[in-house]
């Protein structure tokens, strides 16, 4: 069985400094991992994926996020907050198979304080 | 990028009229598509796996009466709230996986439809 937590329901940062949004997962066959971002009233947009490639993932607006194994974490950073990053992001968890089945995470609410 | 077309955005009923919400990929075909529901400050919750051809797959608890699924072509599936509530109000997003990418879980979303039921 899979599962994915998000261990802060919401961040406030400063705008400039660091941000760190975390995911710990668990799974039983070699995980997919994903960021998605969600603005007010909008859908959701792939932030980054990991998918067994290199650990260190990059993504869009300057977020990456680290997979390692031996903590079940995937957890999102960027080093200088914008305003613009306000929003919801949720990890999610797909285990690589033919019945692959998607585990959302509850969601982080970033907050930028000006 | 893959694009995922939803509308309406938003949509207001009255209580006992039908709604339908769709959901386009508009460049790719789309052989499974999801319909998920969110609740104010939530994450989403999938309501049902959509397959071209076949029926709609429900999650437990997700009335397939009430939540009509249709997906009758590769681009193109349609969700119904049928006899809406107040209680039916709420945020509604599809999603889809690409052909080639479906193995690692990658989804592409619409914009989300907010029904409000009156």
């Known amino acids: 069985a899979q599962s994915v937590t998000q261990l802060d329901s919401h961040v406030s940062v400063s705008e400039g400094t660091p941000v760190l949004l975390r995911c710990n997962y668990s799974?039983?066959?070699?995980?997919?991992l994903f960021w998605y971002v969600q603005h007010p009233n909008k859908g959701l947009q792939l932030l980054l994926k990991y998918t067994s490639a290199a650990t260190l993932v990059k993504g869009i607006n300057g977020f990456e996020a680290e997979f390692k194994k031996s903590e079940t974490s995937f957890h999102l950073t960027k080093p200088s907050a914008h305003m613009s990053d306000a929003a919801e992001y949720f990890c999610v968890v797909s285990e690589r198979s033919s019945a692959s089945k998607i585990i959302f995470g509850s969601g982080t609410r970033l907050s930028i304080r000006p | 990028g893959a694009v995922v077309s939803q509308h309406p955005s938003w949509v207001i009923c009255k209580s006992g009229t039908s709604v339908k919400i769709e959901c386009r990929s508009l460049?790719?075909?789309?052989?499974?598509m999801f319909w998920y529901r969110q609740f104010p400050k939530q994450s989403l919750m999938l309501m049902a796996t959509?397959?071209?051809?076949?029926?709609?797959?429900?999650e437990q608890g997700v009335e397939k009466d009430k939540f009509l699924i249709n997906h009758a072509s590769l681009t193109l599936s349609t969700l119904t709230v049928t006899s809406a509530h107040p209680e039916d109000s709420s945020f509604y997003i599809c999603s889809a996986s690409v052909p080639g990418l479906a193995g690692t879980g990658e989804l592409f979303f619409g914009e989300g439809s907010r029904l409000t039921v009156l």
């Open positions: 959509s397959n071209e051809g076949s029926k709609a797959t429900y």
């Open positions: 799974s039983s066959y070699s995980p997919s």
């Open positions: 460049d790719f075909q789309a052989t499974t």
